[in-house]
């Protein structure tokens, strides 16, 4: 399975790009791995999923379902496991968040907080859970309860 992980702005918080690079080094031991930093959002044919079968999209939103880490990674399992799924892609928005079409378009909505983070907090805070939700399944110990 591959994981997308998309940013719909470029990354502009000093260290985070770091940061998410070092997570993204460590998937790429599990995981085939894209990391797409956007300048502008996508266009509407590139938001819709019936275009692309076997792609999962999750948007994250702060209105969206609130999931636990090992909530996160019982569902990296369960995607991982079903042979149709052979992408999940996690859209992050830009300073204005996902648009309508995104979020209507979207297989999950995923709220990493209820608070409202700025964009490139929420990009390293995905990188770190997906990273956290992949430790667990494989049963690295990093995470601890």
Same mark, same amino acid.
């Given at each position: 399975?591959? /994981?997308?992980?998309?940013?719909?702005?470029?990354?502009? /918080?000093?260290?985070?790009?770091?940061?998410?690079?070092?997570?993204?080094?460590?998937?790429?031991?599990?995981?085939?791995?894209?990391?797409?930093?956007?300048?502008?959002?996508?266009?509407?044919?590139?938001?819709?999923?019936?275009?692309?079968?076997?792609?999962?999209?999750?948007?994250?939103?702060?209105?969206?379902?609130?999931?636990?880490?090992?909530?996160?990674?019982?569902?990296?399992?369960?995607?991982?496991?079903?042979?149709?799924?052979?992408?999940?892609?996690?859209?992050?928005?830009?300073?204005?968040?996902?648009?309508?079409?995104?979020?209507?378009?979207?297989?999950?909505?995923?709220?990493?907080?209820?608070?409202?983070?700025?964009?490139?907090?929420?990009?390293?805070?995905?990188?770190?859970?997906?990273?956290?939700?992949?430790?667990?399944?494989?049963?690295?110990?990093?995470?601890?309860?």
């Amino acid at each position: 399975m591959r /994981l997308i992980l998309t940013k719909q702005a470029k990354v502009v /918080l000093p260290g985070i790009r770091d940061l998410c690079q070092m997570y993204e080094t460590r998937l790429k031991r599990f995981y085939d791995i894209d990391c797409i930093e956007q300048k502008s959002a996508p266009s509407k044919a590139s938001k819709s999923n019936a275009s692309n079968p076997g792609i999962l999209t999750v948007a994250l939103d702060e209105k969206g379902a609130t999931w636990t880490s090992r909530d996160l990674a019982t569902k990296l399992q369960s995607w991982a496991d079903d042979p149709r799924v052979k992408s999940v892609r996690f859209v992050v928005g830009d300073a204005h968040g996902l648009s309508q079409d995104v979020r209507d378009s979207a297989d999950f909505t995923w709220g990493l907080s209820p608070l409202t983070l700025q964009g490139d907090l929420a990009w390293l805070i995905l990188w770190e859970q997906v990273y956290r939700a992949v430790t667990l399944n494989k049963g690295i110990p990093y995470h601890h309860d």
